[in-house]
């Protein structure tokens, strides 16, 4: 899964990457979410992130549990 | 594994969450105005920040203080500072001010070609906060 140049705004989790090998997330905003900004769950995946801000989220900007 | 390159997370709650058995490695990334920048449980498998050493340079007393004020968590910590022979002064400036009052290792090697060529000298050192 590659996203790219993506704003992604207000809600309950900004990306939830629960199943899947890779994601790749490269020029992106993730603001103002109620739980977390990324979340990442998915058993063994690699994660690339390039270039993204994420910031005023309710929990973690970045949740790593995979 | 998780690799965050150029990554700003700020006015979060946790700027990084990485829970139990998770492998993250951030480079070249800021985090600003969160309550923790990364939370970890007692089998979090292990946690990489990369700076440059121009990002070291800069922030380096505010390190410093960050480090002194946690340091019972410094056992915790394992640092690694990368810089050619031409800085290494303010390597070792960094690394005593990023050392905490508990036992420091700190090794200081030089990496010669292999041929014996005076080119591509490189100094390494590795500093790491222990028990």
Redesign the interface.
Same mark, same amino acid.
């Not at chain 1, 090998?21 to 103002?32: A, Y």
């Given at each position: 899964v590659s996203l790219e140049g993506l704003q992604v705004n207000g809600g309950g989790n900004g990306i939830n990457f629960a199943s899947g090998s890779e994601l790749r997330v490269k020029d992106c905003v993730v603001s103002n979410m109620e739980l977390n900004g990324i979340q990442l769950t998915a058993t063994g995946a690699a994660i690339f992130m390039n270039d993204v801000d994420v910031h005023d989220n309710g929990q973690s900007g970045i949740l790593v549990s995979g | 594994?998780?690799?965050?390159?150029? =990554?700003?997370?700020?006015? %979060? +709650?946790?700027? =990084?969450? !990485? !829970? +139990?058995? !998770?492998s993250?490695d951030i480079r070249n990334s800021t985090?600003t105005d %969160?309550g923790n920048l990364v939370?970890s449980s007692e089998h979090l498998e292990r946690i990489g920040v990369t700076l440059s050493f121009g990002t070291v340079e800069r922030i380096l007393d505010q390190l410093a203080d960050v480090f002194q004020a946690h340091a019972l968590v410094a056992h915790r910590l394992a640092i690694l500072l990368r810089a050619s022979l031409a800085v290494s002064g303010e390597l070792n400036r960094a690394a005593s001010l990023l050392g905490t009052r508990r036992s420091v290792v700190f090794r200081h090697s030089r990496h010669e070609p292999a041929d014996g060529a005076s080119k591509s000298r490189s100094c390494q050192a590795r500093l790491a906060a222990v028990q």
């Amino acid at each position: 899964v590659s996203l790219e140049g993506l704003q992604v705004n207000g809600g309950g989790n900004g990306i939830n990457f629960a199943s899947g090998s890779e994601l790749r997330v490269k020029d992106c905003v993730v603001s103002n979410m109620e739980l977390n900004g990324i979340q990442l769950t998915a058993t063994g995946a690699a994660i690339f992130m390039n270039d993204v801000d994420v910031h005023d989220n309710g929990q973690s900007g970045i949740l790593v549990s995979g | 594994m998780a690799i965050l390159e150029r =990554v700003r997370v700020s006015v %979060n +709650s946790y700027g =990084v969450y !990485a !829970a +139990s058995g !998770a492998s993250v490695d951030i480079r070249n990334s800021t985090a600003t105005d %969160n309550g923790n920048l990364v939370a970890s449980s007692e089998h979090l498998e292990r946690i990489g920040v990369t700076l440059s050493f121009g990002t070291v340079e800069r922030i380096l007393d505010q390190l410093a203080d960050v480090f002194q004020a946690h340091a019972l968590v410094a056992h915790r910590l394992a640092i690694l500072l990368r810089a050619s022979l031409a800085v290494s002064g303010e390597l070792n400036r960094a690394a005593s001010l990023l050392g905490t009052r508990r036992s420091v290792v700190f090794r200081h090697s030089r990496h010669e070609p292999a041929d014996g060529a005076s080119k591509s000298r490189s100094c390494q050192a590795r500093l790491a906060a222990v028990q």
